[in-house]
């Protein structure tokens, strides 16, 4: 069986190049992948983008209002063009590959699971646990219920220690309320931090 696995991670932590590392792998050995991003991540436009300078364009951008099986099944039998037929010629799809799971609205990411069990195709899933004020993301929230596998990729806070959290500034200041989405480089910095960092930046406090 098939199964759905969530790789996640603080902000710089690689996500999006093990992702696309991943892509190669299986690309290598002649088997087809399908990538898919949140539309709601407007980074890149339309691009996987590692902060190695590597990208990729997606195969497929997800709005919230979108199913996300019946949006994959349609373009993996190469019937994306609203019910032109199915293109019998193309392989099966060897594996989905999500960046920036945690914008997955709670239905799609149960769409993932039935992509795995019930359509047979493995799902790996990338993104971050919680936002900059400690809350997990509706999405990453139910990966971390439903992934039948779950792994960290670890980095480093500036003082060494191992990396939990994402701080969001605004110029050089710190911020801890606001809307949970705000696109890095748009209004808004990240920086990865320890929990010891965190706790300093905010004076003890997790969250508002």
């Known amino acids: 069986m098939a199964k759905l696995y969530f790789r996640y991670g603080a902000m710089n932590?690689?996500?999006?190049?093990?992702?696309?590392?991943?892509?190669?792998?299986?690309?290598?050995?002649?088997?087809?992948?399908?990538?898919?991003?949140?539309?709601?991540?407007?980074k890149g436009e339309?691009?996987?983008?590692s902060r190695l300078g590597v990208q990729r364009e997606v195969n497929i951008l997800l709005a919230p209002e979108e199913s996300a099986r019946?949006?994959?099944?349609?373009?993996?039998?190469?019937d994306d063009d609203g019910g032109l037929g199915v293109n019998v010629d193309l392989p099966p799809v060897a594996c989905l590959l999500v960046d920036e799971a945690q914008f997955l609205t709670p239905e799609q990411v149960d769409d993932?699971?039935?992509?795995?069990?019930?359509?047979?195709?493995?799902?790996?899933?990338?993104?971050?646990?919680?936002?900059?004020?400690?809350?997990a993301f509706p999405g990453s929230a139910r990966l971390l219920?439903?992934?039948?596998?779950?792994?960290?990729?670890?980095?480093?806070?500036r003082c060494g220690r191992k990396a939990l959290f994402n701080g969001r500034r605004v110029g050089q200041d710190f911020v801890f309320?606001?809307?949970?989405?705000a696109i890095d480089g748009e209004t808004v910095t990240y920086e990865s931090l320890c929990a010891a960092c965190y706790l300093k930046e905010t004076g003890g406090v997790l969250g508002e």
């Open 177 to 181: 309320s606001g809307s949970q989405i």
């Open 70 to 78: 019946d949006t994959f099944l349609h373009h993996a039998h190469g």
């Open 145 to 157: 219920e439903l992934a039948h596998t779950v792994e960290e990729l670890k980095t480093i806070c």
């Open 112 to 135: 993932l699971m039935r992509i795995a069990v019930l359509d047979g195709v493995p799902v790996l899933a990338y993104g971050i646990r919680t936002d900059f004020r400690t809350r």
């Open 13 to 42: 932590s690689g996500k999006s190049t093990a992702l696309l590392q991943a892509a190669f792998n299986y690309e290598e050995r002649g088997q087809r992948i399908v990538l898919v991003k949140p539309k709601v991540d407007t």
């Open 46 to 49: 339309g691009h996987i983008v």
